[in-house]
């Protein structure tokens, strides 16, 4: 069968790697790709965005399956258009879809239907914006409405900074038109883990937990990022804690959808920020939804995945999730982000990637305890050149995931990895996973 991945970074590398893995897949397109899936076996980039000509490329091609991986073509209604072709694809409605592409749709759902959350307020006035600020103190967080590829959250530890914010979104329009309303909510304080689930519109199946790192910097400093790490499993996530978050945010988040009219289909993801205490009684609150995988954290979860992403996928497009279970490599993946100079705020693109002969990877990742440790490198912001030399495309570069029996291992295998590219003025955090290492 051919499928169609859309989207261009590190989680659409990763998942047309997982899809492959099924010998009933022939071939993955995936649009528009980037330098990595376009020196694999068995895919095609396809230089293709506008959802309109998705659909007729689909039809064409004889797509049997389609999987979105990014925000951008859900909110603007792709998955709508492939329905109305009666074309099979994975991922949530345009309405839907606002549980990410508007914070304060989010969090007025989440208002409605009692889902845990912080307090907040929207606004477009910046006059009205600065004055809650100086009435409600610091750390106070700051939030575009809309979509900002992950550089629409200041997470504000003084008012100077929250006051900063609200200049750079409501008064400059650094943001576009995602930054023409902004949620103020309070900062909630805890530990943040990634809990992602598919979801076929009335049943869900829970991926395996996984913690990413959003600062820039070592020791979580510096400008909030779309990620700079991840890991997975999250030691955080509890059984207990598991049941909790099915229990108070995912289930009322499914139920709240259908009983809108807008039942929700695809990846869902909830940034949950959990607090200290026992498991049975701790502070959880949900800091925002994502309708897609998570990225960097897709990397480190399929490389766990033992059952067929591709099976996965079709039952849930059939409506069938509740017929299928998940089986999981217990060992531990860890993905280190390479960036490009620059980023976040004004990343270096053009810069030359070498060294991945040695540490590039994209075998089938093996799946018994008794196998040797792995890694891949998944490309995000990455092209060729006219030439074929490999250079850097964006801010997130490469996507080093690396699987061992713990922490500590795949943390070692996956930076031996990382020192072995060589991308001029390269960032990277040297601390991924530290809350998960032994103490």
Request: one cysteine or more; hydrophobic letters at 40%; glycine letters at 10%.
């Amino acid at each position: 069968m051919k499928l169609l991945v859309i989207g261009s970074g590190g989680r659409e590398h990763a998942l047309a790697w997982a899809l492959l893995k099924s010998p009933r897949v022939s071939h993955v397109y995936v649009a528009p790709g980037n330098g990595g899936t376009a020196t694999m076996d068995k895919v095609t980039n396809v230089a293709i965005s506008d959802p309109k000509a998705l659909v007729t490329f689909a039809q064409e091609t004889g797509i049997e399956m389609t999987v979105v991986g990014p925000e951008a073509p859900l909110a603007a209604g792709v998955v709508d258009l492939f329905r109305a072709a009666k074309l099979k694809i994975f991922g949530p409605t345009q309405r839907a879809a606002q549980l990410e592409s508007s914070k304060d749709y989010a969090k007025a759902f989440m208002q409605r239907h009692r889902i845990p959350t912080a307090a907040y307020q929207t606004f477009t006035d910046p006059a009205q914006a600065h004055a809650y600020i100086e009435a409600q103190g610091a750390p106070i967080v700051v939030k575009a409405d809309g979509l900002a590829a992950g550089k629409g959250v200041v997470v504000a530890t003084t008012v100077e900074q929250a006051h900063q914010a609200i200049d750079s979104m409501l008064g400059d329009g650094s943001l576009g038109a995602a930054g023409a309303r902004v949620v103020i909510e309070a900062c909630l304080v805890g530990e943040e883990a990634s809990f992602i689930v598919m979801a076929d519109g009335k049943h869900t199946l829970p991926l395996a937990s996984s913690q990413d790192h959003k600062r820039l910097m070592d020791g979580d400093q510096g400008p909030n990022t779309g990620g700079m790490g991840a890991y997975s499993p999250a030691p955080v996530v509890s059984d207990a804690l598991h049941e909790r978050i099915m229990r108070e945010v995912i289930e009322p988040t499914m139920a709240g959808m259908q009983s809108e009219g807008i039942p929700f289909t695809g990846f869902l993801y909830a940034g949950v920020m959990i607090g200290e205490g026992d498991d049975a009684t701790r502070p959880i609150g949900v800091l925002e939804f994502n309708c897609r995988m998570g990225d960097p954290e897709t990397q480190p979860i399929l490389m766990r995945l033992q059952t067929p992403l591709v099976d996965v996928v079709a039952s849930a497009i059939d409506g069938q999730l509740d017929q299928q279970t998940l089986q999981w490599d217990p060992r531990t993946a860890l993905c280190v982000v390479v960036a490009s100079a620059g980023y976040p705020a004004n990343p270096r693109i053009g810069d030359e990637i070498t060294g991945l002969t040695a540490a590039d990877n994209n075998s089938e990742a093996p799946h018994d305890k008794a196998s040797r440790d792995h890694v891949v490198t998944f490309h995000a912001g990455t092209s060729l050149d006219a030439q074929g030399r490999l250079t850097s495309a964006g801010g997130r570069v490469l996507g080093v995931t690396a699987l061992a029996d713990s922490v500590t291992q795949a943390r070692s295998l996956a930076y031996e990895t990382v020192a072995k590219i060589h991308l001029k003025g390269a960032q990277y955090r040297t601390d991924i996973a530290w809350r998960a290492l032994p103490s």
